[in-house]
């Protein structure tokens, strides 16, 4: 199976622009799809297919993806931004979806 | 609009087997063109999908756990099961059941449970 690669932790100040990579051979034939994951809390959706996102989902959250590199740019972070972010991918199965460890991010 | 959640017992014996149910409310298991999948994560980790069922019944597996897990829907179709065999420590995570719509050129789990903790402890 595939893997997709992220990094541990990443942290931003307060009102910059915080990008979150997340890589992965898949990422050649397959959009990421990106998580937001609060402690105690289930996964939100926030961005899906070249840059979609989700009814109610800010729009300084933006998608894009390069070779096998995708990224979830966060223009302006806010203090409600930090969490753990996962991108995900169909595997070389496209019925099979893989997860990247995640990115906790941090707002200073 | 569509909501889930999960129940079962919170706590399992090494080797027995892991049971958890997934209701839905709002909806129907068998409506649209969904796969409804099961998504676990050990405290501290990452997301690992176990497998989904689609609207027509069919399944699939994480090969990992293919030996040991099924997933049904009963015949009300608003309870999903989920069922892992020959448990061990391992396997002790928050359990999600989810949403999942997956296209060519989408795929995404956009309805969550809450999640429901699962201890494998004697």
């Known amino acids: 199976s595939s893997e997709l690669t992220q990094d541990p932790a990443v942290s931003v100040a307060l009102g910059q622009t915080v990008r979150l990579e997340c890589q992965g051979d898949?990422?050649?034939?397959?959009?990421a799809t990106w998580y937001q994951q609060k402690p105690g809390q289930a996964p939100l959706l926030v961005m899906f297919?070249?840059?979609q996102r989700p009814s109610g989902i800010p729009d300084r959250f933006s998608g894009s993806k390069s070779g096998i590199t995708a990224s979830l740019t966060i223009t302006g972070a806010q203090a409600e931004d930090e969490a753990a972010y996962f991108c995900?991918?169909?595997?070389?199965?496209?019925?099979?979806?893989?997860f990247g460890g995640g990115t906790q991010l941090t707002v200073l | 609009q569509v909501q889930l959640q999960e129940s079962g017992p919170g706590l399992v014996k090494p080797s027995q087997t892991l049971s958890l149910t997934c209701g839905v409310s709002?909806?129907?298991?068998?409506?649209?063109?969904?796969?409804w999948a099961w998504v676990r994560q050990p405290a501290g980790k990452g997301l690992e999908w176990i497998g989904h069922?689609?609207?027509?019944?069919?399944?699939d597996y994480n090969p990992s756990l293919t030996s040991r897990v099924s997933i049904s829907v009963d015949t009300s179709d608003t309870q999903m099961s989920l069922r892992l065999s020959s448990v061990t420590a391992a396997d002790t995570a928050v359990y999600f059941c989810?949403?999942?719509?997956?296209?060519?050129?989408?795929?995404?789990?956009?309805?969550w449970g809450k999640g429901a903790t699962v201890i494998v402890s004697s």
């Open positions: 989810a949403r999942w719509y997956q296209s060519f050129y989408f795929h995404y789990m956009d309805v």
């Open positions: 709002g909806g129907s298991f068998r409506s649209g063109s969904y796969y």
């Open positions: 069922i689609y609207t027509t019944g069919k399944t």
């Open positions: 898949s990422l050649k034939t397959y959009s």
């Open positions: 297919g070249k840059n």
């Open positions: 995900a991918s169909p595997d070389n199965n496209p019925k099979h979806p893989v």
